[in-house]
């Protein structure tokens, strides 16, 4: 690029590392004056503008909207001449008629008379669905002359499916010749047109394509100008194609959608390939449309047949027959077969009428539900010889219209929304279907087909699928069998044998909802039992279900092998660590007093007794008030080791005491034990430290020079030298607690980075700023080959991230690498309870592969905390109930009590747009906020995250002083979904720092207003 000139992401405040681009206020091959701003960036503090102060044209490559570029880096270019300008990216079309008017308007001058002079705009005939070829025009809102504004409904036309709304993106006075109204007209014809000024404006309309129609010839207005070249050619997309409709829970570049209306793509049925997902023009390429007839008008039936003399004097066929009789002539090349099984409907109508949802959609859900186990049934035959293996369940269901003939809405994402969410989309696709107001992306693509007539009584039917579907599944009317299901199915998609298993897993779906839908009444089995329901476990999870069950006047018992309930996170966890925490922060603190003129307190002093003594104090002070508070809400708590002997009782050894932790494991003699039947029981075992087979550390376990979560407990000073071994939580806290307390640390982690669970950003960050700490050092990619010695000189040999091999010396290792289930001792295979990959299996509602048998916190792994740990101790009470209540992760929150803290709640974006959510964030560097600056707290940030879609914060991320209390208006935020706007209006109290999330949302809330101008 010869003379370019880089604009460059600016600097616009002293803290400011990067931005966000905003927004383009300058298109690529535009005239730029001194002066002018191309651009506006998001900065760590407000959005502002980005000024040039050159002559040029502005060029490409560009960064694009909503990318993050460091300081310095190129956005854009400017160059000297006009011919030199290059496109935004390589995806930008090739040939120079389109490309050099990227953004621009194409202009259509006419060339007939009686074409209004000064056109600005031709209004034509718009392709609403992918076979439309012509369209009717039924009506024109707005009258020759009126003015007309952006975004206005100029007409309605009726494609080959339904009445749809013409819109107009310009500005302008309607003008004519226009199309009169009940004429066809080809798709891409001039309708209208649109002139600049009142005086322009010409009467008049014709009916269509015939003499009257004014032959448009479309010149460019803008210059040619050559663009970068790809490798690929590329398919020439006019600027007035109006882009596909954005992908659900995807993001698809702007060229992609043109791309993709224009090659009659659905853009819900690709993957991204793009960064974070992104749809591509090369995934729109690659997705391989169908062809379709170029010459507009030339309506090719799919399949030509052989002509049959039928006597008589035939009407025309509708556009709505003519489209069903074309797609089911075209389903004649299918090879199709069919299979049908008889399931009992009862269970999925009472369910239905409990949930409050439509039978049709809870029969949608259960399709999608038996699809996750036989996906195929999903997939479609694509020409020549391909098959397309698809994840979203789009489930087309027919609805007769009023006045006669079937539309089929298309319930989309069928797998992964709620039933509640496709009961309130189908209540409205119905409405629409009914009075065919449906977009074209309502009703084009479906994955799956649903055709119901058991509510005619019809005792038995099979239905026809159509191309780009598998196979379609007909519902005919109960009989003393049950209800025929009949799936008719694509050969070369899937056999036999596979749609015979789906329709036994569908079957299962449909006769025992509650599996997938939740519960529809009480789970405790009618009998003679003990206890209604047994807890076995006296930690948060236990203790919390049994008072919730105990509350609603259950009778429980709730098994624990310690004298006092609360299991490792009062005992050995959260509560220990966080006395300990305290009186680090004390000492971290006094360090900071100069800044603000208080000196002679910075030599802090730790007196290790004292702080012993407070920290059993408050676990004992704890211990007996949990006690007391289980035995007033009338739970039997019974000290004991509980083992299954069937799905239905347990044997309790009493002489079992967690309180030694090596002699967790119970004897199992009879003589020192009850039987105890139940119900409902509820596993809340927990999960101890897990000790990895590195050679040395079991021994080191024996002899106490390596401790684990369990045993540091037994310290009798501050070490010297200290190893920890793995930077999870538990390991970065102990780390920095002891370097606090004045220890020599080295964190050893074998990833290539600590803290999987929080936040990239914010985990490297903390990284670095742990490192800084005087006497911690945080050593990723490291591999321990041995640990040996005594308590007080125990040697570690380990490889360092380059591969050299080093050793280290110090007074005791603490090992932290994770926690595991201990299931062997419960003998749950007596029971019939299913283990998966070490851990308990549960679903949502904490429910195990035993409908009566729950199980809750660390023994079914995930977030490994006391208070995911409670919730699922309430989902399971709950359920048990026969409420409806589930855990969600992605609403489940996390504090990393390091300095400054490390806190989660909900997802970031990576996480969100894993998910298919198109998310975007807002981050506040800590240094920036008052408060901050006067207590010298200024590591660190914060991030909002947010669904750009319907604007609600999905997750909120901490690294801040006090983020364990500030987290609190996060979880609010992601557990009451609340939007920016809510956020964003709430008055926070000045000066705090929750002000920050008031100030972010805002900021976001601009961002997003500006980026969609
Ligand atoms: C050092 C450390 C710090 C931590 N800090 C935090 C923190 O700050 N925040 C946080 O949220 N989480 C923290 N945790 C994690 C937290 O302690 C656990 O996630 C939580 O205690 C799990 O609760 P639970 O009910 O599943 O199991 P547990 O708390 O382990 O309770 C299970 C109980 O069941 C008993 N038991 C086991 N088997 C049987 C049986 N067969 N019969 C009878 N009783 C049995 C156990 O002895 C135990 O008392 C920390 C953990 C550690 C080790």
Redesign the pocket.
Known sequence: MADSYTIKMPQLSDTMTEGVVVTWEKNIGDKISRGDIVATVETDKAIMDVEVFREGYLSGPQAAIDSTVAVGDAIAFLVAIADDVQGADAEAPEDAQNAGSEGKPEIEVAADIGVPEGISHTIKMPQLSDTMTEGLVVSWEKNIGDKIERGDVVATVETDKAVMDVEVFREGYLSGPVVAIDSTIAVGDAMAYLVDNAGQVVEGEHTGSGAAAPAAAAVSSTPATPMKKTSAPMPSVSNDVTPAPRPENKQATPFARKLAASLHVNLNTLHGSGPDGVITADDVRAAQPVERPTEIGAQVPAHVMPEIQVPGHGRDMTAMEKAVSHSMTASLTMPTFRVAINAKPGAIIKAAKANGVSVTVAIAKACAVAMAKHPSINWAYQPVDKIVERENIDIGMAVSADGGGLVVPVLRHCESRSLEELNDSWGDLVDRARKRRLAPEEYANPTFMVSNMGMMGVSYFDAIPTPGTAAILAISAAGPEGMPLTITADHRVVNGAEVGMYLNTLKGAIENPEEWMGPTGPAIPEGDWDYDVVV?????????CARDLAGHGIKVAM????PF??????????????AWRAAADRIRDRAHDSHLGVNGTNKAKLDWDALEATRRNVLETRGEMALKTDKGVKIDVIQ????FESDHRVF??TT?N?DN?HA?T?LGDASDGKHISFGCAV???????FVPPIPGAAEGVENGSVL???T?WGLEGVPKKLAVVGGG??GV??AQIFQDFGTKVTLFEAQDRILAEVEPEIAKHLTAILNDDPNLTIMTSTGLASIKGEPGAVKLSYKDSDGKSHTQTVDYVIM?TG?RP?LE??QLDKAGVAVENGIIKADARCRTSVPHIFA?????GG????????Q??RVAAMTILGEDMQYDQDMDS????SRPEAAFVGLSVEQAKAKGIDAVEVKMPMSIDAKAMITNETQGMIKIVADKASQRVIGVHYLADHADTLIGEGVMMVSGKMTLEQVANAIHPHPTQTEMFGEMARRLLSRLRRSKK
């Open positions: 076995i476990g006296g930690g948060p999870g236990g203790e919390d098994i624990n092998d310690a309930p609360g299991g490792e996170c009062l005992w050995r966890g959260c509560i220990p660590s966080k004991g080791y509980a083992l309790v050894d079992a967690s932790p967790r119970p596993i809340a075992t927990g999960a101890p430290p684990t979560s369990d540091v939580a538990i806290e102990m932290a926690k201990l001792p419960l809750v916190g660390d023994v079914i977030l490994m905390l006391a208070h995911t740990a409670g699922q101790g996390g504090v990393i009590f």
